[in-house]
């Protein structure tokens, strides 16, 4: 379903890969890794769209993503390193305009329910700016359990989570991948995943 | 998808903005008070000569609304820019023209729609009164979209680069001279007993031409800005 085909990435005058390839079909998991520098992010933000391949190309049902556009976007969701989170806006502001960014429009009951199942039971009216690090990333989170995209991109998704928040994207993850979804993942921290089918590229090496 | 499909994502994104400037209402006042003083440091510097102060009025106020809008360029898109929700607006299946659209449209009213609401005092103390009055806030409401606009693409341009500020005014302000010419140019002729309907129309165009093609080149910027 996702295939990288013969990607090049180049950052400056530097070649981060060259020749990479990749499939992953429903249901799987791709753990991108690799040391700092090696061109993780840049990989992951190429599959999302943001960054173009120097070499090569992303193909989504055997179309390149460049081509697809639109309709690509609404199948993939991206967790960056910023969660995309405004400190002026309470958690439940935050995930309604990302849900309709996105092209959904849940009510405000189901986006509470998200909310309240990230831990945030009681804080969803509070502005983001008194959250904490790690609250802030679970209002990002939230916005995972309402959606309806086949395809996850999550780069460092466990970053500033402590370990119950930890297990639950992981049960989220798993959950994802049991009803056919995909995902790739980078991630330095030790996470068990035995989920489907796990597929691993290592970068820089 | 229907017209109210289409143009969704425009909407969201014009509430989230006035929300979020209704939360940070300093923002806007900034801009607001920075036009009324450079307009009113004027008559301190030229002197208090009426046929003076009148004749150069229209230019004063055009020009402190340029200032105006250029100051708040910078917002427009470095707070998105540094939180992610940028990312997530380029990766909407929405249109991202559709999406910006709704950005300008919420700067305008933040910090276009007070100073056009602002200007006909200020044109009272500079002498100017009945007809020219009314066409300069004209000019004002359907110049200041246009700066709106243009701003934009200059703030998609120069989105995360360093001494951003200083060439987006390099970039931008040249590209605000001919709404400048018409703008001031339409308070002038009534003024002086003649018929404003020529730059009133030019006016018109640009802004039809601005909305037209602003919000598209503006997302073509941003994803190459992001990239």
Redesign the interface.
């Known amino acids: 379903m996702l295939r990288g085909h013969a990607l090049a990435a180049v950052r400056g005058d530097r070649r981060l890969f060259a020749g990479l390839e990749f499939a992953l079909d429903a249901g799987e998991l791709l753990y991108v890794n690799g040391p700092n520098g090696s061109g993780k992010t840049t990989l992951l933000r190429m599959i ?5 391949p120097a070499e090569g190309a992303i193909l989504w049902h055997g179309e390149d993503i460049r081509a697809v556009g ?2 690509y ?2 199948d ?1 969701a ?1 967790l ?10 309470s958690g439940l ?1 935050n995930l309604r ?2 849900c ?4 959904r429009d849940p009510s405000g009951a189901e986006l509470a329910r998200a909310l309240g199942e990230m831990g945030l039971d009681g804080l969803e009216d509070l ?1 983001a700016k008194v959250l904490s690090q790690g609250q802030r990333r679970r209002v990002g989170l939230a916005r995972l359990r309402l959606s309806r995209a086949r395809l996850w991109v999550l780069d460092e998704p466990y970053v500033a989570l402590d370990r119950a928040a930890v297990e639950l994207l992981q049960a989220q993850i798993r959950g994802h991948l049991a009803r056919g979804g995909l995902a790739v993942l980078t991630t330095h921290q030790q996470v068990e995943m035995d989920a489907g089918t796990t597929r691993e590229l290592r970068l820089g090496i | 998808m229907g017209a109210t499909g289409l143009l969704s994502g425009t909407r969201y994104v014009l509430a989230r903005d006035l929300t979020l400037a209704g939360r940070r209402v300093t923002d806007v006042l900034t801009t607001l008070f920075f036009f009324v003083i450079v307009v009113s440091l004027f008559p301190l510097g030229v002197g208090p000569e009426a046929g003076t102060l009148r004749a150069i009025a229209p230019g004063i106020l055009w020009v402190a609304a340029l200032l105006a809008t250029m100051l708040s360029l910078g917002r427009l898109f470095t707070a998105d820019h540094l939180d992610g929700t940028l990312e997530q607006m380029l990766l909407s299946p929405q249109p991202l023209s559709l999406i910006v659209l709704g950005k300008v449209a919420a700067h305008w009213l933040v910090t276009g729609a007070p100073l056009v609401l602002m200007s006909p005092l200020l044109g009272l103390q500079f002498g100017l009164s009945g007809a020219p009055l009314g066409v300069l806030m004209l000019t004002l409401l359907l110049g200041t979209p246009v700066l709106s606009l243009i701003g934009a693409m200059g703030a998609a341009l120069t989105l995360g680069l360093r001494g951003g500020g200083a060439l987006i005014s390099l970039l931008v302000l040249p590209l605000y001279v001919p709404v400048l010419i018409f703008g001031a140019g339409a308070v002038e002729a009534v003024a002086s007993g003649l018929e404003a309907d020529a730059h009133l129309s030019l006016l018109g165009a640009l802004l039809v031409l601005a909305l037209c093609f602003g919000p598209w080149v503006t997302a073509a910027a941003l994803r190459i800005s992001l990239e």
């Not at chain 1, 999302?48 to 173009?52: D, E, I, K, R, W």
């Not at chain 1, 309709?100 to 092209?103: I, N, Y």
């Open positions: 999302c769209g943001l960054v173009a639109d309709a976007r609404a993939m991206y960056g390193h910023l969660p995309g989170v405004k400190d002026e806006l502001e305009i990302n309709r960014l996105a092209g502005p």
